[in-house]
Nanobody, 114 residues
């Protein structure tokens, strides 16, 4: 069974930074892409950022210039560096891994005060 373990969430003030990490279990042999989605109460889940195994990245317009996604393919880990956080970034963030199938993390809370 594929497991995605997310970490790095928490509570920060506006303008602060957080770094999310997601580690995929070792039984994932070939990952095509890894990314982060988020869902705020009453809103749809949306793509935040995604990175392919080749390093190509894509970001939601709302986070461009503030968030940076990166990965370590050997460690099957994806990171999301979040800078200049805004209140509207408050959401549950979900790790997503695309291999021969698609897997999701359980979600991790990011709360930006005020």
């Amino acid at each position: 069974q594929v497991q995605l373990v997310e970490s790095g969430g928490g509570l920060v003030q506006t303008g602060g930074s957080l770094r999310l990490s997601c580690v995929a279990s070792n039984n994932v042999f070939k990952i095509n892409a890894m990314g982060w989605y988020r869902q705020a109460p009453g809103k749809q889940r949306e793509l935040v950022a995604i990175i392919s195994s080749g390093g190509a990245t894509n970001y939601a317009d709302s986070v461009k210039g503030r968030f940076t996604i990166s990965s370590d393919n050997a460690k099957k880990t994806v990171y999301l560096q979040m800078n200049s956080l805004k209140f509207e970034d408050t959401a549950v963030y979900y790790c997503n891994v695309k291999s021969w199938r698609e897997d999701w993390g359980q979600g991790i809370q990011v709360t930006v005060s005020s």
